[in-house]
T-cell receptor, first 114, second 114 residues
Framework: DTEVTQTPKHLVMGMTNKKSLKCEQH?????MYWYKQKAKKPPELMFVYSYEKLSINESVPSRFSPECPNSSLLNLHLHALQPEDSALYLC?????????????FGPGTRLTVT | AQSVTQLDSQVPVFEEAPVELRCNYS??????LFWYVQYPNQGLQLLLKYLSGSTLVESINGFEAEFNKSQTSFHLRKPSVHISDTAEYFC????????????FGGGTRLMVKP
């Protein structure tokens, strides 16, 4: 199984809502990532978890809150988002932390903030 | 810090013609190089990677890329493209001292015309 799954595929939320994005992998990977991708742009790294611990936070606003409950799951909790947060949110995983390890991406969650 | 430049934002080409997508990088340390492909409304898929060894790397669907250290380039080529190759292609670099950081180029949209 070389798949990273993400739910939901699409999400529309108001600026006062609280929602969560979910990412799952069963490849035994020990590093997991959240990226944000705006239209016609490359992915931008948001967070990195290594061995279930947050290792990188790319100065992401606190309205985005990541969580890694176990080695297979990664969540992104959303609260009080702005319309400019509308984007494709991609999850990825790699076998180990470290620059040599290729990242496997999920299909993404298309988020629209109204 | 490392950076990646993809010189062409769009490359239109006719079906069965050859194509080259250009990628240049800058880094003060050794790097690992990746090409990812993103089809419409999907996540990123790894196309090929250079970690070490032979400077010419190939993918299973006919793409190849050559690592050129002196020119700091990692151009992607295919001798004969198909309509199904229409997608966004991202070159990415991970430097030896950058932990889990994957830096993407701006992307090149390959448009294959019949």
């Amino acid at each position: 199984d070389t798949e990273v799954t993400q739910t939901p595929k699409h999400l529309v939320m108001g600026m006062t809502n609280k929602k969560s994005l979910k990412c799952e992998q069963h490849m035994g990977h020990r590093a997991m990532y959240w990226y944000k991708q705006k239209a016609k742009k490359p992915p931008e790294l948001m967070f990195v978890y290594s061995y279930e611990k947050l290792s990188i936070n790319e100065s992401v606003p606190s309205r985005f809150s990541p969580e890694c409950p176990n080695s297979s799951l990664l969540n992104l909790h959303l609260h009080a988002l702005q319309p400019e947060d509308s984007a494709l949110y991609l999850c990825a995983s790699s076998q180990q932390p470290g620059s040599k390890n290729e990242q496997y991406f999920g299909p993404g969650t298309r988020l629209t903030v109204t | 810090a490392q950076s990646v430049t993809q010189l062409d934002s769009q490359v239109p080409v006719f079906e069965e013609a050859p194509v080259e997508l250009r990628c240049n990088y800058s880094s003060s340390v050794s790097v690992y190089l990746f090409w990812y492909v993103q089809y419409p409304n999907q996540g990123l898929q790894l196309l090929l990677k250079y970690l070490s060894g032979s400077t010419l790397v190939e993918s299973i669907n006919g793409f190849e890329a050559e690592f050129n250290k002196s020119q700091t380039s990692f151009h992607l080529r295919k001798p004969s493209v198909h309509i199904s190759d229409t997608a966004e292609y991202f070159c990415a670099v991970s430097a030896g001292n950058a932990g889990n950081m994957l830096t993407f180029g701006g992307g090149t949209r390959l448009m294959v015309k019949p």
